[in-house]
């Protein structure tokens, strides 16, 4: 596995890169709404997937696993997927499963997949029961992140996109906080990225220390599936999340910088009250309690830079939170 390259044009360095690992085959699976904007960074057979949530399917990735057949690709044959979390996701699936896996680059389009979909090697689709339910860790060989591609994003997509990176912020490097914001997203993907990666190096199975990557997420899942999974942008979803973390973790383990948490957020328009009722939002952190077994999980920072789970969270003080929340 090579590291991971970030930077405007990276994406031409893509050809060398697949030459490198000599290949008996390729396939480019890609964004349709990204090919037809800024064209295939290869030459050479894809195949286009219309990149929503509800394409992250299991009915898409048999189709992706009969363009392989078609195209005949034995195992030493490489994948490249260009297209946000959606299509890194199902292209990074159909490399863990077709021939028991065969490699794959990684060309994320996305703010959100820049920082956080294309490294650590998840790769899934999502269940009608829930999201992420099917997958497998499969590396991608390298990651090119290209920051050219993030200028046609539309704004909404960069501004949820700036949830995860403030997120990172949070668990791994309180100076990129402060320029959270205040910069082109462009300017702050690598260090925003580094963060994950460093984390994901000493945890690749996510047997501990990788859950803290969850800070925000609690909730933001809860509310993510109260609300349908269609009214919020996930890094919406995960902002709302991590003020509702900052207040807990106030209250539970001395964290003393929200003020600073939420004026990042601020800075990048990022939201803040609920946006589904309370009683919904309960619910659903109820669902998630079952599947870990009783206790929910909470990432929380006990200061900047310093974020770990707990599984002693009161109901009183989530709730309590949550009120807050609802009415701020
Ligand atoms: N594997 C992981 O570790 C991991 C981590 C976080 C999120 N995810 C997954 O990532 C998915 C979300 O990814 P996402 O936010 O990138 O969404 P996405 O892939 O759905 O892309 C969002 C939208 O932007 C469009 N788009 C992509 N690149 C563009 C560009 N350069 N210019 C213009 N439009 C562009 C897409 O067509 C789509 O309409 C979720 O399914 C989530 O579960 C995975
Ligand atoms: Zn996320």
């Given at each position: 596995l090579?590291p991971a390259?970030?930077?405007s044009g990276?994406?031409?360095?893509?050809?060398a890169?697949?030459?490198?690992?000599?290949?008996?085959?390729r396939?480019?699976?890609?964004?349709?709404?990204?090919?037809?904007?800024?064209g295939l960074?290869l030459?050479g057979?894809?195949h286009?997937?219309a990149?929503?949530?509800?394409?992250?399917?299991?009915?898409?990735?048999?189709?992706?696993i009969d363009?392989c057949?078609?195209?005949?690709?034995?195992r030493d044959?490489?994948?490249?997927?260009?297209?946000?979390?959606?299509?890194?996701?199902?292209?990074g699936?159909c490399a863990?499963t077709y021939?028991?896996?065969?490699?794959w680059i990684a060309?994320p389009?996305?703010?959100?997949?820049?920082v956080d979909?294309?490294?650590?090697?998840?790769?899934?689709?999502?269940?009608?029961a829930?999201?992420n339910l099917?997958g497998a860790?499969?590396?991608?060989e390298?990651v090119?992140?290209?920051?050219?591609?993030?200028?046609?994003?539309?704004p909404?997509e960069l501004?949820?996109g700036m949830g995860?990176?403030?997120k990172?912020?949070?668990?791994?490097?309180?100076?990129?906080l402060?320029?959270c914001?205040?910069?082109?997203?462009?300017?702050l993907?690598?260090?925003a990225?580094?963060v994950?990666?460093?984390?994901?190096?000493?945890?690749?199975k996510?047997a501990?220390?990788?859950?803290?990557?969850?800070?925000?997420?609690?909730l933001?899942?809860?509310?993510?599936?109260?609300?349908?999974?269609?009214?919020?942008?996930h890094g919406?979803?995960?902002?709302i999340?991590?003020r509702?973390?900052?207040?807990?973790a106030e209250?539970?383990?001395?964290?003393?910088?929200?003020a600073a948490?939420?004026a990042a957020?601020?800075?990048c328009g990022?939201?803040?009250?609920?946006k589904?009722?309370p009683?919904?939002i309960?619910?659903?952190?109820a669902h998630?309690?079952k599947?870990?077994?009783?206790?929910?999980?909470?990432?929380?920072?006990e200061?900047?830079?310093?974020?770990?789970?707990?599984d002693?969270?009161?109901?009183?003080?989530?709730?309590a939170?949550l009120?807050e929340?609802?009415?701020a």
């Amino acid at each position: 596995l090579k590291p991971a390259r970030f930077g405007s044009g990276v994406r031409r360095e893509l050809a060398a890169l697949l030459e490198a690992l000599h290949p008996t085959g390729r396939l480019t699976i890609a964004d349709r709404a990204v090919a037809k904007r800024w064209g295939l960074p290869l030459q050479g057979p894809s195949h286009l997937v219309a990149a929503r949530e509800t394409s992250k399917t299991l009915d898409t990735w048999r189709e992706l696993i009969d363009a392989c057949v078609a195209r005949h690709l034995d195992r030493d044959a490489v994948l490249v997927a260009l297209g946000g979390g959606v299509v890194l996701d199902l292209a990074g699936f159909c490399a863990a499963t077709y021939l028991r896996g065969v490699r794959w680059i990684a060309v994320p389009t996305t703010l959100l997949a820049q920082v956080d979909a294309a490294h650590g090697g998840k790769t899934g689709v999502d269940h009608p029961a829930a999201k992420n339910l099917i997958g497998a860790f499969h590396p991608p060989e390298t990651v090119l992140a290209d920051f050219d591609y993030l200028a046609s994003l539309p704004p909404r997509e960069l501004r949820g996109g700036m949830g995860e990176v403030v997120k990172h912020a949070v668990i791994g490097d309180p100076e990129l906080l402060e320029r959270c914001g205040r910069t082109d997203p462009a300017g702050l993907v690598e260090r925003a990225a580094r963060v994950k990666l460093e984390i994901v190096a000493r945890d690749p199975k996510e047997a501990g220390e990788r859950r803290i990557l969850n800070l925000g997420h609690t909730l933001g899942h809860a509310l993510e599936r109260a609300g349908g999974y269609s009214s919020l942008h996930h890094g919406e979803a995960v902002a709302i999340g991590l003020r509702a973390a900052c207040r807990i973790a106030e209250r539970h383990c001395g964290f003393r910088q929200t003020a600073a948490v939420l004026a990042a957020l601020d800075r990048c328009g990022l939201p803040g009250g609920l946006k589904a009722d309370p009683a919904k939002i309960r619910a659903a952190l109820a669902h998630d309690k079952k599947r870990w077994g009783g206790a929910l999980r909470w990432a929380l920072p006990e200061a900047l830079g310093r974020v770990r789970v707990f599984d002693d969270v009161p109901e009183e003080l989530v709730s309590a939170v949550l009120m807050e929340t609802a009415s701020a």
